[in-house]
């Protein structure tokens, strides 16, 4: 149960990190309430899945989820560029959380 506690946790940092997006410094309503809505999902699925989890293993994890699935999304829905630079740099975070991964057994 604790990796579904971490994958929703994931799910919640990437809609937090896009909508604050969109929340346009906290002045858009709507966008501003599923900010502070994620950011609090996110953090207790995390909470609930390092119960089982090592923190050394989860929050990396949780952290590279959401900035990959960021990344992606920028690129898919705000026109932000997917440069070479940027696919090393993410191929980068997936081997370092893989190492963090098989380290931990």
Known sequence: MAWF???????FEVIF????????????????????????AGIGFLTMALRDLPV?????????????GTVALGCAFLGEALTPLKVISALAIVAGVAGLKISAG
Not at 5 to 11: I, K, Q, S, T
Not at 18 to 40: C, E, H, P
Not at 56 to 65: D, F, R
């Open 5 to 11: 506690y971490l994958a929703l946790a994931a799910v």
């Open 17 to 40: 990190a896009m909508s604050m997006k969109y929340a346009d410094g906290f002045t858009n309503l709507r966008a501003s309430i599923v900010t502070v809505v994620a950011v609090i």
């Open 56 to 68: 050394s293993v989860a929050y990396p994890i949780w952290t590279a989820v959401g900035t990959l």
